[in-house]
T-cell receptor
Framework: TQLLEQSPQFLSIQEGENLTVYCNSSSVFSSLQWYRQEPGEGPVLLVTVVTGGEVKKLKRLTFQFGDARKDSSLHITAAQPGDTGLYLCAGVRSNYQLIWGAGTKLIIKP | ETGVTQTPRHLVMGMTNKKSLKCEQHLGHNAMYWYKQSAKKPLELMFVYSLEERVENNSVPSRFSPECPNSSHLFLHLHTLQPEDSALYLC???????????????FGQGTRLTVV
């Protein structure tokens, strides 16, 4: 049983479209991190959300932490080919465990 | 050189071979990690070292043996591996262990391991 579910697993869209990917759990996290991993590279941290209901923006990327701190979403506006990659979420539990999702593989076609 | 560096980038080994993966971090971090990444699966945490002491070992088979000689270096010694051990092995470091205030993980580029 996966503790952190990411959806969709795979998404392929045209440049300029908007998209949302989700990270859901039945567990409460003290914080949640989003990473992007490009082919041949390790994951790179994009953002950490800490407070329930928190919204953070990183240029065209908008991250939201659920009010109950069990889920999160990543919305990309006007996607660009450079946004292509594997998006991973990781929840930090109160016992210091870091729980990872399996990722959303995103392809943006020019 | 900055960041987290892993060598080699690619490794093909037979099931009877012994090899080692190397990780070096130049960030002054206190915690280092080995992860296994397989397609369509969550990252699997294998080992955690905090201040050079192994603090977590997630039921990893004994054919994987970590070594942390100092706070900047981490090794993963491999012997008598199985084909199902083929995966991307990622090293990461963070200022503090996961759960602390500074838990951003900085990853290396990984070693793509193929066991034949």
């Amino acid at each position: 049983t996966q503790l952190l579910e990411q959806s969709p697993q795979f998404l392929s869209i045209q440049e300029g479209e908007n998209l949302t990917v989700y990270c859901n759990s039945s567990s409460v996290f003290s914080s949640l991190q989003w990473y992007r991993q490009e082919p041949g590279e390790g994951p790179v941290l994009l953002v950490t959300v800490v407070t329930g209901g928190e919204v953070k923006k990183l240029k065209r990327l908008t991250f939201q932490f659920g009010d109950a701190r069990k889920d999160s979403s990543l919305h990309i506006t006007a996607a660009q080919p450079g946004d292509t990659g594997l998006y991973l979420c990781a929840g930090v539990r109160s016992n210091y465990q870091l729980i990872w999702g399996a990722g959303t593989k995103l392809i943006i076609k020019p | 050189e900055t960041g987290v560096t892993q060598t080699p980038r690619h490794l093909v080994m037979g099931m009877t071979n012994k090899k080692s993966l190397k990780c070096e971090q130049h960030l002054g971090h206190n915690a280092m990690y080995w992860y296994k990444q397989s397609a369509k699966k969550p990252l699997e945490l294998m080992f955690v070292y905090s201040l050079e002491e192994r603090v977590e070992n997630n039921s990893v088979p004994s054919r994987f043996s970590p070594e942390c000689p100092n706070s900047s270096h981490l090794f993963l010694h491999l012997h008598t591996l199985q084909p199902e051990d083929s995966a991307l092995y990622l090293c990461a470091s963070s200022q503090d262990r996961a759960g602390g205030l500074n838990t951003e993980a900085f990853f290396g580029q990984g070693t793509r391991l193929t066991v034949v």
